[in-house]
């Protein structure tokens, strides 16, 4: 007789994001994400602003994951949430949604590290990388390097000591009056341009990582610039950005590469936000083949913030039983 799927309803809300997905036995069905366009108008995330609208937002998100899941409540196996890091009143409102309706369905609630789950993400869709692996992470809040050496089995080997790698580009992108979030467009931008300024690299011993002063000196430069030439940005922005991109590549290339030296490992993974970002994935491919590296990039839609990663990571967390109390409380950082 065939033993029934194990079917999970996964919820993420640790910032601007509000998303579920439905998974069955490892299978993503559904993957549905509500972002949050009002911040765009404020030139960042107003954390009140998020947590009201996740609370608008999570059951119609979470019903539509059903739906297009054709997956019924009564069906459900357990629910899993991000715990953190992250803001914490999006956090609340997701975790009290989902410790809620696990209590109402009398089934195993299961709580998630939001960076775990980003590692994570490489094994929703082959090919999937080999433990142990090193992961990159690289988002507007965090900048990590991961050795993964199991499902639950996870170091931190580096981490910025300032600003995120995404952080750096949405600040520069303001700096440069670009429309937040700017990332996107700083990598569309660059695309037409060319790397043509420099901007100093930080020379952080070990596997942490810098980008303040790098926002600071991108500051400076276009102060001068722009004094010397009240048209400098306007007529030069494919190439600032193009500049801008490559020195931000740079730091976190030099980074992984000797992260790999230093381990000696050659499966590596990239997750996170900024892993959808065009350079950044030619510049690695383009290491892979030098250094004859694995290289993991998961699905676009898996790269930034969604629920499909939070699902794999509680799936492998049910299979070993690995259930959360009803009083688990949510927490706004590290790799808890």
Known sequence: MDQAPVRLLA??????????????????????????????KYGGIVPEVASRMHQENINLVVDAALQKAGVKLSALDAIACTAGPGLLGSLTVGISFAK????????PFISINHMKAHVLSHFIDDPTPVFPFLCLTVSGG???IVLAEGFDEMKVLGQTRDDAA???????GKILGLSYPAGPEIDRL???GKPVYSFPIPQIEGLDFSFSGLKTAILYFI???VKKDPGFVQHH??????????????????KILAASKMQGIRDIGIAGGVAANSGLRKKLSEMAVEHQWNLYFPAMQYCTDNAGMIAIAAYHQF??????????????????
Do not use: W, Y
Not at 15 to 37: E, F, P, R
Not at 100 to 107: F, G
Not at 166 to 172: I, L, N, P, Q, R
Not at 323 to 335: H, K, W, Y
């Open 223 to 225: 102060r001068d610039e």
């Open 319 to 336: 299979l070993a039983g690995n259930f959360s109390p009803l009083d688990t409380a949510p927490f706004v950082r590290g790799m808890e």
């Open 142 to 144: 965090h900048t990590q």
């Open 190 to 192: 660059a695309s037409l």
């Open 166 to 172: 995404g952080e750096a580009f949405d600040k520069s």
């Open 100 to 107: 809620a309706l696990a209590l109402s369905l009398d089934i």
């Open 237 to 254: 922005l494919h190439d600032i950005c193009a500049s801008i991109q490559h020195a931000i590549v740079e730091i976190l290339a030099r």
């Open 11 to 40: 919820i993420e809300s640790s910032c601007d994001d509000t998303a579920a997905a439905i998974l069955s036995d490892g299978k993503i069905l559904s993957n549905i994400i509500s972002s949050q366009a009002i911040h765009a």
